[in-house]
């Protein structure tokens, strides 16, 4: 790791947060790759789990998965990611509780008891950082990707249930993300798709969609961002690859100082747009600390040459030193917190329990689909 200057020994790997490939076992290509990229974190999707046992067939599999995950990249400590919000965005079989959408318990109480009772469940899978909530301003009602997973659609009722969640979270020791930075709420367009554009200037969005992150991101919370043209801040670059977005806003204007994390870029808004094998370099050139590149909408494969660029682009002064070694300290200052759970086997007790806090989901009940697959 570098030591602080920009001059000790560069460890591109640390850059990246990896979703893993579509199956509950891993092959000995996949354990190639991570061992050789050793990326600072996985994150599980719906296929990483064995749907077709009983609990403790499928948390026991889950344990031995991570485990060969663990001894491949090789580093003393990983982050476990999943993207945990509730509804359609549910990737854990039963008996894990499948609260409803935010917008079903958005009231700070309840928001407070549902992610304490999340923390509580994913700690016990081994799993140490939940990539929500979203704390986007859902102030279009015909929006196709964001919906119920808002806590809203005005900035205080954001504020109040996503900042009561992130309390009840955070109590378990659970690291959780702020998302989708600079605000996802106005847009027509899902990202997973097509690349959203949005007509709003600077102030626009200080009107609104910057609040929840103003309230929330300060204290070194992990930002994700999102792949949303604004054309008035920032033409032609998507907000993920936006230096004045993430340097100039999120970091000198909102004094943001924790790791920020880019959505997939296997996407289709920056794979069809942005893609080729300088994307790595210009995420880290953005301000960008975590590269997220995920196997469910295309190959993670790329990730080895985007570290390869970045270490060739270093050596160059294409990229700062000075701004690595910086962005490296922010990680390995995440890692620390991360709480590194051992997996336990919960009482039924507790999933009962869990189940009368709030609204449970119907699959199917909302218009906002395919989360349970690839939504983050």
């Known amino acids: 790791m570098d030591s602080g200057d920009g001059t000790g020994p560069f460890d591109p790997g640390l850059h990246f947060l990896v979703g893993l490939p579509r199956r509950p076992e891993m092959t000995a290509?996949?354990?190639a790759l991570l061992a050789r990229l050793r990326p600072a974190g996985v994150v599980l999707f719906?296929?990483?789990f064995r749907h077709d046992l009983d609990y403790e067939g499928w948390h026991g599999a889950l344990g031995s998965l991570l485990e060969a995950v663990r001894a491949a990249i090789g580093r003393p400590r990983l982050l476990v990611a999943i993207d945990h919000e509730g509804g359609d965005v549910l990737r854990t079989p039963a008996p894990v509780t499948p609260f409803?959408?935010?917008?079903?318990?958005?009231?700070?109480?309840l928001a407070r008891a549902v992610g304490r009772a999340m923390g509580v469940e994913l700690a016990s899978l081994g799993i140490d950082m939940d990539l929500a909530p979203c704390v986007d301003v859902n102030s279009n009602p015909e929006n196709p990707v964001i919906g119920r997973r808002a806590f809203g659609t005005r900035a205080g009722e954001v504020i109040g249930g996503a900042g009561a969640f992130l309390e009840g979270l955070e109590s378990t020791g659970l690291l959780g993300c702020l998302k989708h930075f600079p605000g996802h709420g106005a847009t027509g367009t899902d990202p997973h798709y097509g690349l959203p554009e949005v007509a709003l200037d600077l102030a626009g969005l200080e009107a609104m969609d910057l609040l929840p992150f103003r309230a929330l991101a300060a204290d070194r919370r992990p930002v994700m961002t999102a792949h949303i043209l604004f054309p008035a801040i920032d033409p032609g670059v998507p907000a993920t690859l936006s230096r004045r977005l993430i340097e100039g806003v999120l970091r000198q204007q909102l004094a943001h100082r924790g790791v920020v994390i880019s959505d997939d870029v296997n996407m289709g808004a920056i794979a069809q747009h942005f893609g080729g094998p300088d994307l790595g370099v210009r995420l880290l050139d953005a301000g960008v600390d975590l590269i997220c590149v995920c196997a469910?909408?295309?190959?993670?494969?790329?990730?080895l040459d985007w570290a390869e660029a970045i270490v060739a682009a270093r050596a160059q002064g294409a990229l700062d030193p000075v701004r690595l070694?910086?962005?490296a300290a922010r990680i390995a200052q995440l890692l620390a917190a991360a709480p590194q759970p051992r997996p336990r086997l919960l009482p039924d007790s507790t999933f009962a329990y869990h189940r009368t806090l709030a609204p449970l989901h119907v699959r199917g009940?909302?218009?906002v689909e395919g989360g349970g697959a690839g939504q983050i």
Do not use: K, M, V
Not at 102 to 109: G, K
Not at 296 to 303: L, Q, V
């Open 296 to 303: 469910h909408f295309g190959d993670i494969s790329p990730a």
């Open 325 to 327: 070694a910086q962005s």
């Open 100 to 109: 409803a959408f935010p917008r079903e318990w958005a009231s700070p109480p």
């Open 29 to 31: 290509t996949d354990l």
């Open 365 to 367: 009940a909302s218009r």
């Open 46 to 48: 719906r296929d990483n």
